[in-house]
């Protein structure tokens, strides 16, 4: 089964690199995976989508047709991104930067993410860590074990640790 | 010893340079080809080779020309409005007959046009870039291993032939990061190799070919001195316009390509055994074909796809043949319709050809695409 998952947001979150994470996580349980981006030119603002498809099978169109999931990370991907999610689609938010829900009728995570990430561990930008975290926990897309490697494998030496620590918070996120 | 990775297709690019032997790479950066750079600025010192940043296009053209002389694997890489800038030499390159291998990754233009959306209009551009006539060779990598391949394989060409390679990529597929198996270390790669005097150096012609009609190239500083030159020139390597000798030389540089297109062109089948109708499709725009032919197939449509690999020189003969096998085809691209004009020539009016063009900056969706083939095998 393929599964596809769209990671929105604004540019500088680290949405990419998430969906790359994520990926590679996947590579690691043995499945085949494509990461794809669309972005504008700003290097820092501006909507960001980063996509994911996984699957057992030989995936050719990279680009994510059917969402299984939406994270949306700012009011405008939520609102941009959001049209073609199906009953089926789980849609998950931060709750610090979406306020106004898109029509859906399927499942929705209004998570803290980025509050977490200020709250806990004192940075905004462990978002994109925390969010993996909770994508995992609610969709199992990939085993935990290859996601924690997947993320050591990505973050800069001595960040392990708190790495780790946003990943567990992401969990923790999801009742 | 393997190793599996996660990488996008500009980073595969720069894998297979490193296993061809690549040791030059002169540049300026441009989206969505930068990656191509950025790689190779960090890979190429750890393997002896040199990068240099340009001041711009036209110099980077100037560098690699000149690094290609002294016998070096080189490289450049760019995007439509750089692609551009760099025709002028590379019409130089053509008619010097030295080998290099440039990247293009295509992006909407013309001018600036939308630097991170994926397009595929150059693909005339690609043949027709500079002026004159001229013969060359392109290639377009539908995957990312198939990225490191065929990186591979344009260095092959370029070295064997002597003329300039363009891999001519796209945003979708330089951009996305698929699953690549890369060997640990690259050393058990074949390397291309250029051809050499045997004579001595006092009795050598830079441009007398044997009958492969490519010319032996020896490394500047070897020895051997010629001249190079735009200029029409004999085989001494010096400039000479006697009608005999300009048409001597197109027809030599026509003739060393054109008579090897079974060596030089590849086209892959997908699901043509029993089809009926075939897409044509290259690049990213494969990408969606395959997806599409796969839905085709499970509503019993007989449905295949010919995935040109070599966009240049056109892949004549196998349009032809195809034309005789199905009863209409539609060529998919990103761009307003170029490769069609090519596939109707060859075709000449055998079977219906239709032209499903999609150049809104985003690629067609397999079930766009669907719709359109069957739209089309209903007429």
Known sequence: ?175 | MSRILLLQGNQAVVEGAIAAGVKFFGGYPITPSTEVAESLAERLPLVGGKFIQMEDEIASMGAIIGASLTGKKVMTATSGPGFSLKQELIGYACMAEVPMVIVNVQRVGPSTGQPTSPSQGDIMQARWGTHGDHWIIALTPASVPECFDLTLRAYALSEKYRVPVILLMDEVIGHMRERIELPDNYDEIPQAERKQPTCAPEDFKAYEADESLVPPMPAFGSGYRWHVTGLVHDETGFPKGTPAATKTAADRQYHKLYDNLEDIVQVENYCMEDAEYAIVAFGGGARTAYEAVDHARKEGLKVGLVRPITIWPFADKQMKELADKVKGIMVHELNCGQYVLEVERAVAGKVPVTSYAKYDNEPATPAQLLAEIKKAMAL
Do not use: C, W
Request: no cysteine; glycine share 8%; net charge neutral.
């Open chain 1, 1 to 175: 089964m393929k599964q596809e998952l769209r990671l929105s947001g604004t540019g500088g979150q680290g949405l990419i690199l998430a969906g790359i994470i994520l990926a590679e996580a996947a590579l690691l349980d043995g499945k085949l995976a494509i990461q794809s981006q669309s972005y504008g030119p700003e290097a820092r603002g501006g909507s960001s989508k980063s996509e994911v498809m996984i699957s057992e099978d030989a995936i050719h169109f990279p680009k994510v047709t059917e969402p299984n999931l939406l994270l949306a990370m700012s009011q405008e991907a939520a609102n941009k991104y959001s049209a073609d999610l199906s009953p089926e689609s789980i849609l998950v938010t931060d709750s610090l930067f979406v306020s106004k829900l898109p029509a859906h009728t399927g499942k929705v995570y209004e998570l803290p993410i980025t509050h977490s990430a200020k709250e806990i561990l004192g940075k905004a930008l462990f978002a994109n860590i925390i969010a993996l975290g909770a994508l995992v926990k609610i969709t199992n897309i990939v085993s935990e074990e290859s996601l924690v490697k997947a993320v050591l494998n990505r973050v800069p030496k001595g960040t392990e640790e708190l790495n780790k620590k946003a990943l567990q918070i992401g969990m923790d996120l999801v009742k």
